[in-house]
């Protein structure tokens, strides 16, 4: 093939998505994951999923197998249609693709009797009680049985429930949840110090001398949940959620940063971004 490749090649090997190219070409290097769901053994970050893939490790993503051999395998263009046309295109053998979404059928915690220990936890989160028990009326949180977790759900237009998320209301739970995922870190070959700030972060455990990083990813974290909408309540504004944070989440704690941290904020809110 010459060093120009005519649109109409071009437009033609475009045609063949990723899936169909390794099916046809090379079907070893496939990793299924799932229903229309595979990796690839030699790039374990790259997922194809119903015709699409993206790599994870780059943040690229195309349709086709030409771009994948380009952006992925670093081919020239050439390179990558000759290897895709390198077969007639009429004998590739493609999947089936389907649009429907499989229908599934979530299943949620049991309910518990009764939500006064939800209803504790929230108050404790800053959350007024009256609002906390709207959202149980309208089920969109209540106890579960077995572990008192809070259960959040999510509805699609016709109240049909799509989403359940669980929120630990125990505070030992927590504690021994964050060393025993400090330690899980340390096996995995995390050197002690990184597992240490991780199990500090939202003070779950009682680890001291505390780490530098610990306190400042502590107030990213508390300081950012706090300004995103969650199910049970609208997000705050930036100045609420910096008093919350000070007097309500840090009551009582000491963190190096926190005033460092505050004068960053007021800062970065003074500056006016022009468009």
Not at 17 to 30: A, H, Q
Not at 118 to 132: C, Q
Not at 232 to 260: C, H, S
Request: glycine fraction near 4%; proline fraction near 3%.
């Amino acid at each position: 093939m010459s060093k120009f490749v005519p649109k109409e090649v071009v437009k033609q090997s475009k045609e063949i998505d990723l899936l169909t190219y390794f099916i046809n070409n090379n079907p070893s290097e496939l990793v299924k994951k799932g229903a229309n769901t595979y990796s690839l053994k030699s790039h374990d970050s790259v997922i194809i999923s119903n015709g699409l893939w993206h790599r994870f490790s780059t943040n690229e993503a195309g349709k086709s197998a030409v771009d994948y051999l380009i952006k992925v395998e670093k081919m020239t263009l050439q390179e990558a249609v000759s290897s895709v046309l390198d077969r007639n295109i009429d004998t590739y053998i493609k999947p089936q693709y389907s649009n429907e979404s499989t229908s599934k059928t979530i299943v949620i915690p049991k309910r518990a009797s009764t939500n006064k220990q939800v209803i504790e936890y929230l108050k404790n989160r800053g959350i007024d009680e009256e609002i906390i028990k709207d959202c149980i009326n309208k089920k969109i949180i209540y106890q579960e049985n077995k572990t008192n977790n809070v259960v959040f759900l999510g509805y699609d237009n016709d109240n049909n429930i799509k989403y359940a998320g669980c929120r630990s209301t125990n505070e030992k739970r927590i504690m021994r949840d964050a060393k025993e995922g400090a330690e899980y870190l340390s096996t995995l070959g995390f050197d002690e110090r990184f597992c240490k700030i991780c199990e500090q972060i939202n003070r779950y455990s009682n680890s001291e001398p505390r780490e530098p990083e610990a306190d400042v990813l502590e107030l990213i974290d508390q300081f950012g949940g706090m300004l995103l909408d969650r199910p049970e309540r609208i997000g705050f504004k930036v100045d609420e959620a910096l008093v919350l944070l000070e007097f309500r989440n840090l009551k009582g704690k000491e963190n190096r940063y926190l005033e460092v941290f505050k004068d960053f904020v007021n800062r970065m809110e003074a500056v006016k971004i022009w468009v």
